[in-house]
């Protein structure tokens, strides 16, 4: 499952220090995880998986930009601010 992380457009000031910090290229992270591991790993980076990026707070400086490639996937609850 291919998961698209960006810098958090709203709780960030700085999205190119995150940019390099997870050597994203053209502003994006793709990585491939298994389904079953994609809520964990969201929820272990704190990305926000709301659908207009609404999380507040510091902890949140990523964003899942292609949330429709969850769609089926088991043990979202625990993926921040997701929600069917």
Not at 4 to 9: F, K, N, Y
Not at 24 to 40: F, Q, S, T
Request: hydrophobic letters at 45%; charged letters at 20%; glycine letters at 8%.
């Amino acid at each position: 499952m291919p998961l698209q992380i960006i810098p958090h457009p709203h709780n960030i000031s700085f999205p190119t220090a995150i940019e390099l910090d997870f050597a994203m290229e053209d502003g994006v992270l793709e990585i491939n995880v298994r389904a079953a591991m994609a809520g964990y790993l969201l929820r272990r980076w704190n990305v926000d998986c709301t659908l207009d990026a609404n999380l507040a707070g510091g902890e949140y400086q990523l964003y899942l930009r292609n949330r429709q490639t969850l769609y089926g996937a088991d043990n979202l609850a625990i993926a921040p601010g997701y929600q069917k």
